[in-house]
């Protein structure tokens, strides 16, 4: 098969829009992807000063490589989750990226009681935990350092099954705040965005190959039974067997909701200050001890 673009050998079939690519074309499909999604929900510019959360998995580590190559001020943050072994070679993976290419990290410490524990002392899935965690950390430390944007890596099969379990449940709340762009609503809350939301994970897959980006490919030990896994491989099964079926999805959805976004009433925690629906945020309420974020650069 020959690359549509430039007659060269293919080397990436993207069934739902039937073209093949050849390497140096798919890169630039892969930065054209992201500038569009950056574009349409205004989310930044090239004086920004940007936050992007780091796992060091093949998401953020994508969308940090991509964002720099295109010319953006981009710092990473990365939080050491103290998952064990897991843990630890996310960090050297993430470390590794940064040095290489010369840019800045910050790096904060999850509570020293960890998720595990945490889940288990409340009774509750890891992953829930994990996300009020990282969601507070990757605010605070955003705001402390006077990033104007957070970016994290989501990709479009991350939003589409975001999209299908909110669905199946009606949670109306989650389906309004559902967006690739959250405007910050308070001093304290900083705006969110997600560049990769028009790429699927298969395609950034093969632009961390195609880039020699080195990752970390094991899968978080706490990730079992998680329900998002569920509706990723639902979606991929019906993507098979009709391609395009996640765009239309997470698409038609983007243009029915529209800019339509009603603010919520924010206070202040009583413990910490951030901003909470309720008298105490979810992170204060969950961890027993002050928040130690302790930043290294
Ligand atoms: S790190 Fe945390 Fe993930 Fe592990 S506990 Fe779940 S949310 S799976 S992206
Ligand atoms: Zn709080």
């Known amino acids: 098969m020959k690359c549509r673009w430039c007659g060269e050998k293919a080397a990436m079939e993207i069934p739902h829009s039937r073209l093949y690519l050849c390497r140096r074309c798919f890169i630039e499909y892969f930065g054209t992807q992201v500038e569009r999604a950056i574009l349409q929900f205004g989310m930044f510019d090239r004086n920004t000063r940007i936050l992007v959360a780091v796992s060091g998995g093949k998401d953020s580590l994508s969308l940090w490589d991509i964002l720099i190559k295109k010319g953006y001020r981009a710092s990473g943050l990365h ?34 009681e ?64 559902q967006s690739p762009l959250l405007e910050a609503t308070h001093p304290k809350l900083v705006k969110k965005v997600r560049p990769l939301f028009r790429l699927t994970e298969r395609e950034i897959a093969a632009y961390v190959f195609m880039r020699n980006i080195k990752y ?7 990730s079992e039974g998680a329900t998002t896994l569920i509706y990723k491989d639902l979606l991929n099964h019906l993507e ?17 909701k529209g800019s339509e976004r009603k603010d919520e009433v924010l206070k202040e925690c009583s413990t910490c200050g951030y901003p909470t629906t309720s008298d105490s945020c979810s992170y204060c309420s969950l961890v027993r001890n002050s928040p130690h974020t302790k930043v290294q650069k």
């Not at 970390?216 to 706490?222: N, R, V």
């Not at 009709?242 to 997470?250: I, L, V």
């Open 216 to 222: 970390i490919i094991d899968e978080c030990p706490l």
């Open 114 to 177: 960890g998720i595990a524990h945490m889940a288990k002392r409340i009774r509750r899935n890891p992953c829930s935990i994990c996300g009020i965690v990282k969601r507070y950390i990757f605010n605070k430390v955003a705001v402390e350092n006077g990033f104007d944007v957070l970016a994290t890596g989501h990709n479009l099969d991350d939003e589409a099954s975001r999209l299908m379990a909110n669905i199946l449940r009606w949670q109306d709340d989650m389906l309004r705040r």
């Open 79 to 112: 939080i050491n989750l103290k998952i064990g072994d897991y843990s630890e070679k996310s960090m050297e993976v993430t470390r590794d990226f940064a040095s290489a290419n010369g840019l800045e990290l910050i790096i904060v410490d999850a509570p020293d």
């Open 240 to 256: 098979s067997r009709m391609p395009g079926t996640k765009h239309a999805f997470y698409f038609g959805f983007l243009k029915r």
